[in-house]
């Protein structure tokens, strides 16, 4: 296995991806898919390869700073585009479509997660729609809720469990598929930030620039956002490199 150029890693289980753009999962548990792989030849607690569509090469990891009864995953790869796996209870893999209200869509076999990694092109077609750019700039995974920021620096897409106001959207819906959030949104956002039930966006300059949600100034939400801005440093998106 070749060394890890990003790494990502959780309360429960981490991701690494290696110079020739393959992902590895481990973690203490499997049971919601957060690792997105098969579990039952290579434990869980031990890095074991995930499996994507042929010809595709990861750039980034993220996962989930969760609870024990929550967990998902994100993969970007190198064309910009969204990759998702693991619990999906509160539509935080992004797969289901506004139109489909809370309910948004099913899963197989009246599962609410995701066991392998799934490409969410519901969130590619919706950029396109809103006149953003498709390929994505950044990603972070709250609780329960994911943040999506085009690479145009100025869009940021929020969905998954909305209650505590994490989203961004006016009004709080307590779930929500896939939409621009009008209050995150703005110019010159370099990274976005979710820590539990809070999100931020950053400036170039690592600061924060936005801050939605619940319990934003705790000290385990300090050192959340500590933590984004040294993965956005890692990422080459501040300008202080």
């Known amino acids: ?83 998702m796996a693991g619990c999906d209870r509160w539509q935080q893999l992004g797969l289901g479509s506004a139109q489909g209200g809370t309910a ?28 953003a750019d498709a390929a994505i700039r950044d990603v972070a995974l709250g609780a329960d809720h994911t943040l999506v920021l085009s690479s145009n620096k100025n869009d940021v897409y929020s969905f998954g469990k909305g209650g505590d106001g994490q989203l961004g959207f006016v009004g709080k819906p307590f779930v929500s598929a896939p939409r621009k959030s009008s209050v995150l949104s703005e110019p010159n956002i370099a990274a976005v930030c979710a820590v539990r039930h809070c999100s931020m966006t950053l400036g170039s300059d690592g600061l924060v620039k936005q801050r939605v949600g619940r319990q934003c100034g705790a000290s385990i939400v300090t050192q959340g956002v500590d933590e984004c801005i040294a993965r956005a440093r890692r990422h080459k998106l501040l300008d202080d490199l």
Request: glycine share 12%.
């Open 1 to 83: 296995m070749s060394k890890f150029v990003d790494l990502a890693e959780g309360t429960r289980h981490s991701i690494g991806v290696t110079e020739n753009g393959q992902a590895f999962s481990w973690g203490k548990s499997s049971k919601l898919g957060q690792l997105g792989r098969d579990t039952d030849k290579i434990s869980s607690t031990k890095p074991g390869a995930v499996a994507l569509a042929k010809g595709v090469v990861v750039q980034r990891a993220y996962v989930s700073n969760s609870d024990n009864d929550s967990g998902h995953s994100a993969l970007l790869d190198d064309q910009g585009r969204l990759w």
């Open 104 to 131: 948004g869509y099913t899963w197989k076999g009246g599962k609410l997660w995701q066991e392998r990694f799934v490409l969410s092109s519901y969130i590619t077609d919706l950029m396109k729609e809103d006149n």
